[in-house]
DNA sequence: GAATTATTTTAATTCAGATTAAAATTATTG
DNA sequence: CAATAATTTTAATCTGAATTAAAATAATTC
C-alpha cells in the first residue's frame, strides 16, 4: 500500500496536472483542449491522465472545485486578517488576484459548469453561490462598520466577482502585469465603495 | 432568384439561430450544447442548421461577431447621445445591458474565442480589442472633460468589461432581474469614477 | 536485488455528435 | 398552376478525440 509520502505524490502531479489543465482551458477554450495538449503540458501522454482522474469531466470538474478552493481560501485569509469589512474586500481581492498570477495559478474560469455532470454540476454551483454569499457578507459587515458605503449587495457582489472572474480572459502570464494586477485592481474595484 | 423579402426572410432566420445559439451556449456551456440542442430550440431538425452555416465552429464565430456588433452599436449610440465622457459610459453600460435582457439578446459570452479557426480568431479578438479600445477612449475623454475621475484606463476598462462579460453567468431571463440590472448596474460600475 | 506497487506507454476500440447526400416539402414567381 | 427556388427532413456516413486493455517501465519495499 501507497505510504504518505507516496500518496504526497501523487496528489503533487494531480495538482500539476490540473494546473495544466487550467492552462490550457484558460488559453485555449475547453473544446479546444484535449486530453493530448494537457498532457503535453506535462510531458505524458494521454493515457497517462487516466491515472488520475476518470474522463474529462472529472478533470474539468476537478479544475472548478480547486478553483473554488483557492477563492475560499483567499477569502478566509482575509476573514481571519482584515480589519474592518473594506479592509477585508481588500485583502480578499489581493489574494485571490495573487492566487492567479501566482504560482498557485493559473486559476479556470468556470466556463463549463453547465456541462459537467448533475451531481458535479450542483456542487460547484453550490461552491460559487456560497463563494459569493460569503463575498456579499463581507460587503454587508462593511456597511455595517461604516467602511463600505451604502450598496445593493447583491448586484456589487456580481459586478466585483465578474471583474475578477474575467481576468483569466485577458491576463496570460505576463509577469510585469500580474504585479501591476495584484496592486492596482483591488483599489479600482473597491473605489466605488470607499466612504470618504 | 431571391427577392430583398425573401433574403429579409432568411435573415430574420439566420438572427433567430444566432440567438438560439447564444441562449444555449450560455445556459449548456459550449461542449454541452449539440446542434440538436440549437435546431429544438428553433424547432427544427440539426441538418437544417447547415443550410445558415457550415459548421458549428462558425454557428459559434457567428454568435460571437454578433456579440461584438451588439456592443459597438451600444457604444456608438451613446457617443452620439453623450454630453461628456461619464455620461457616455453610463448610456454605453445601459444601452449594451439592455441588449443582454431585452429582445435582442441573449449574447453569446465569448469563452471559447480560442477554439475557433485561426482566421475567425483573429477577426473576433480584433473586435474585441477594437471594443476594448473604444471604450477606454471614452474614459480618456472623461477624465479630460472632467465628467470622470482620474484612473487607469486600461485596468479600469477591463474591471467595468469583465463585469458586463460575465453577466450571462449569472442572469439567465428574470424580467424583474433584468429590469433592475438595468437601472442599477451602470451607476454601480460608474460609481468608483464620480468626480463628486 | 527480488518482489511488489506505482506510473506511464503503446496499441486498439468506441461512440456521440458533426457532417453529408438525397429526397421531400414548402414557398415564390411568371 | 406549372416551374423554379428556398427550406427542411430523413437516413446514412464519418470522424476525431475520449476512452479502455494490455504491456512496459520506473519506483519502492523488505
Redesign the pocket.
Known amino acids: 500500500?501507497?505510504?504518505s509520502?507516496?500518496?504526497t505524490?501523487?496528489e503533487l502531479?494531480k495538482t500539476r496536472m490540473l494546473r495544466a489543465a487550467a492552462q490550457c482551458f484558460n488559453q485555449k477554450g475547453y473544446?479546444g483542449?484535449?486530453?493530448?495538449?494537457?498532457?503535453d503540458v506535462?510531458?505524458?501522454?494521454?493515457?497517462?491522465?487516466?491515472?488520475?482522474?476518470?474522463?474529462?469531466?472529472?478533470?474539468v470538474y476537478l479544475c472548478y472545485v480547486r478553483a473554488a478552493d483557492l477563492g475560499r481560501e483567499a477569502l478566509d485569509r482575509a476573514l481571519s486578517e482584515g480589519r474592518d469589512g473594506m479592509d477585508v474586500m481588500l485583502r480578499y481581492l489581493r489574494y485571490h488576484i495573487e492566487m492567479m498570477v501566482g504560482d498557485r495559478g493559473p486559476i479556470a474560469i468556470m466556463s463549463e459548469v453547465p456541462s459537467l455532470k448533475p451531481e458535479h454540476r450542483e456542487e460547484v454551483l453550490q461552491l460559487s453561490r456560497t463563494h459569493g454569499k460569503n463575498f456579499e457578507a463581507v460587503l454587508q459587515a462593511g456597511i455595517r462598520d461604516g467602511s463600505i458605503a451604502d450598496c445593493n449587495v447583491r448586484m456589487t457582489g456580481n459586478a466585483i466577482m465578474g471583474s475578477i472572474n474575467w481576468i483569466p480572459k485577458w491576463y496570460h502570464g505576463d509577469a510585469e502585469q500580474g504585479e501591476k494586477l495584484v496592486n492596482e485592481f483591488p483599489e479600482i474595484l473597491a473605489r466605488g465603495l470607499s466612504v470618504d
Chains 1, 2 share one sequence.
Do not use: H, I, W
Open positions: 500500500m501507497a505510504t509520502a507516496e500518496e505524490r501523487f502531479q473544446s483542449t484535449s486530453l493530448r495538449d494537457v498532457a506535462l510531458g505524458l501522454t494521454d493515457p497517462a491522465l487516466y491515472y488520475y482522474v476518470r474522463n474529462k469531466q472529472e478533470l
